[in-house]
């Protein structure tokens, strides 16, 4: 990846029309023009003409972003926005260095060895005395405020619980390491992500089951580490240049097909952040070309390739229905919009009802549910009203970072649909 000084030609081709201002997350919340792309490229080329320093203030205004890409997507003279931001907190993290925390987490991540199923099991056999269960949700709740990565959680932000046993470490899925299933089938190496692995076991095995009942030969590679998105997005280069080469030797290590996951942000960096991150090493570029050829959003394989549209289950208490919220990893970044809403709709019992701007953002994104929480969550408030107006008794997606985040939107706004993962209806 470019370092900042490198983009600014990128700067030079805004010709400040503001139609980014018209579409951007932040924006419509907080009104001022440091929270649309148009403002923080007016700051970044001020602090690379030296103008202005790195403040604290200029850092805000920077992390002031769901990275969701919107203005990119709008943008007239297709100014590369999320590059230039992304960019922008490189900087930060190089000159400033990353949170205590965030440093930490990322280190783990990188090899989990045994400190991270250590850490985890200890925080999930502890969670009660600082959560508590929130009725008829599915999720905990603070007992009190607590600091989370720097911020201090709001009591009453209902969050996942930690899985007891990691999605990796289930008994049945140790054993597909080795192919299962349909022999004749493609080979399909699945890739779980921190999300599943840490938060949602059941949606990996929904998704193991429904990749083998559309008859593939299902592989979940052992070894296998976060994709580096979260590094990626607060700055941390070195860290998620190193995650993307660990993935690449383990699924190397297999004859696969493709590569499979059901998580929108993973997917978009199998696919798009391992060339940004590892082609700077021409020797790993045919490398990376094998491995992000083959990676494929579970409902893009399942629709196209293994031609599962119209076989889906349907859910417990059909007939159901449903609306789809659009991840901006797989909607915007990847191109694939149609593909989830057929599985859905040839579901047993479903009846799809679209919201209004489905493929706006949550608002989790870019570290913003963490770095500035109340902005995030005000952000998903629009979200949660479309979905309250649609009736929906479901909300189904396709990231497990925005099936958190709408949860807590749904529990907060008094929204009574439930959130579940497309593969959950299949
Ligand atoms: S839409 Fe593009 S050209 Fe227009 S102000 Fe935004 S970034 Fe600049
Ligand atoms: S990436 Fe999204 S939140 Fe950030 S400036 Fe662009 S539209 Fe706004």
Same mark, same amino acid.
């Not at 009104?31 to 805000?60: F, H, N």
């Not at 089951?209 to 070195?238: N, W």
């Not at 609306?323 to 009846?351: F, M, N, S, W």
């Given at each position: 990846?470019?370092?900042?000084?490198?983009?600014?030609?990128?700067?030079?081709?805004?010709?400040?029309?503001?139609?980014?201002?018209?579409?951007?997350?932040?924006?419509?919340?907080?009104?001022?023009?440091?929270?649309?792309?148009?403002?923080?490229?007016?700051?970044?080329?001020?602090?690379?003409?030296?103008?202005?320093?790195?403040?604290?203030?200029?850092?805000?205004?920077?992390?002031?972003?769901?990275?969701?890409?919107?203005?990119?997507?709008?943008?007239?003279?297709?100014?590369?926005?999320?590059?230039?931001?992304?960019?922008?907190? #490189?900087?930060? *993290?190089? &000159?400033?260095? /990353? %949170?205590?925390? !965030?440093?930490?987490? $990322?280190?783990? @991540?990188?090899?989990?060895?045994?400190?991270?199923?250590?850490?985890?099991?200890?925080?999930?056999?502890?969670?009660?005395?600082?959560?508590?269960?929130?009725?008829?949700?599915?999720?905990?709740?603070?007992?009190?405020?607590?600091?989370?990565?720097? #911020?201090?959680? *709001?009591? &009453?932000?209902? /969050? %996942?619980?930690? !899985?007891?046993?990691? $999605?990796?470490? @289930?008994?049945?899925?140790?054993?597909?390491?080795?192919?299962?299933?349909?022999?004749?089938?493609?080979?399909?190496?699945?890739?779980?992500?921190?999300?599943?692995?840490?938060?949602?076991?059941?949606?990996?095995?929904?998704?193991?089951?429904?990749?083998?009942?559309?008859?593939?030969?299902?592989?979940? %590679?052992?070894?296998?580490?976060?994709?580096?998105?979260?590094?990626?997005?607060?700055?941390?280069?070195?860290?998620?240049?190193?995650?993307?080469?660990?993935?690449?030797?383990?699924?190397?290590?297999?004859?696969?097909?493709?590569?499979?996951?059901?998580?929108?942000?993973?997917?978009?960096?199998?696919?798009?952040?391992?060339?940004?991150?590892?082609?700077?090493? %021409?020797?790993?570029?045919?490398?990376?070309?094998?491995?992000?050829?083959?990676?494929?959003?579970?409902?893009?394989?399942?629709?196209?390739?293994?031609?599962?549209?119209?076989?889906?289950?349907?859910?417990?208490?059909?007939?159901?229905?449903?609306?789809?919220?659009?991840?901006?990893?797989?909607?915007?970044?990847?191109?694939?919009?149609?593909?989830?809403?057929?599985?859905?709709?040839?579901?047993?019992?479903?009846?799809?009802?679209?919201?209004?701007?489905?493929?706006?953002?949550?608002?989790?994104?870019?570290?913003?549910?963490?770095?500035?929480?109340?902005?995030?969550?005000?952000?998903?408030?629009?979200?949660?009203?479309?979905?309250?107006?649609?009736?929906?008794?479901?909300?189904?997606?396709?990231?497990?970072?925005?099936?958190?985040?709408?949860?807590?939107?749904?529990?907060?706004?008094?929204?009574?649909?439930?959130?579940?993962?497309?593969?959950?209806?299949?």
């Amino acid at each position: 990846m470019k370092p900042l000084e490198e983009f600014k030609d990128e700067l030079e081709k805004c010709v400040r029309c503001g139609t980014c201002r018209s579409v951007c997350p932040t924006f419509r919340v907080l009104g001022r023009e440091t929270a649309c792309a148009r403002g923080k490229l007016t700051l970044i080329g001020s602090y690379l003409g030296s103008e202005i320093p790195q403040s604290d203030e200029y850092v805000r205004h920077i992390k002031e972003c769901t990275l969701c890409g919107a203005c990119k997507g709008s943008c007239p003279n297709g100014v590369d926005t999320t590059g230039v931001f992304a960019a922008a907190r #490189a900087d930060v *993290a190089k &000159n400033k260095g /990353l %949170p205590f925390a !965030a440093n930490l987490i $990322f280190k783990n @991540l990188v090899s989990p060895g045994k400190t991270v199923p250590l850490a985890l099991k200890l925080a999930s056999r502890f969670q009660g005395i600082f959560l508590k269960d929130a009725p008829a949700e599915n999720g905990l709740l603070a007992r009190f405020p607590l600091p989370l990565v720097g #911020a201090v959680m *709001a009591s &009453n932000r209902l /969050l %996942p619980p930690l !899985a007891g046993t990691p $999605f990796l470490d @289930l008994p049945e899925v140790k054993g597909l390491g080795v192919p299962v299933a349909h022999p004749s089938g493609p080979r399909v190496a699945f890739y779980a992500g921190c999300g599943v692995n840490y938060l949602m076991p059941n949606v990996g095995s929904a998704s193991i089951d429904v990749l083998k009942r559309a008859g593939a030969t299902v592989i979940v %590679p052992q070894g296998q580490v976060c994709c580096g998105m979260p590094a990626y997005s607060t700055g941390d280069l070195g860290s998620a240049r190193e995650m993307a080469l660990k993935n690449l030797e383990v699924f190397e290590a297999h004859s696969l097909d493709y590569i499979v996951t059901s998580c929108a942000t993973c997917g978009y960096g199998l696919k798009k952040l391992f060339r940004d991150l590892l082609f700077e090493v %021409p020797e790993l570029r045919a490398r990376v070309e094998a491995f992000s050829s083959r990676v494929r959003d579970i409902t893009e394989l399942l629709a196209h390739d293994l031609d599962f549209t119209g076989k889906g289950r349907g859910m417990a208490g059909s007939p159901v229905r449903v609306t789809y919220h659009d991840p901006c990893h797989l909607g915007r970044a990847q191109g694939v919009r149609d593909e989830p809403r057929e599985l859905i709709a040839g579901a047993q019992g479903v009846e799809l009802k679209e919201m209004k701007h489905p493929c706006s953002c949550c608002g989790l994104g870019g570290g913003l549910s963490l770095s500035n929480y109340d902005l995030s969550i005000e952000i998903t408030r629009r979200k949660a009203e479309s979905v309250r107006d649609t009736g929906a008794d479901v909300v189904v997606t396709a990231c497990p970072g925005c099936m958190v985040q709408l949860r807590d939107a749904m529990h907060r706004y008094g929204v009574k649909a439930k959130v579940a993962h497309v593969v959950e209806l299949l």
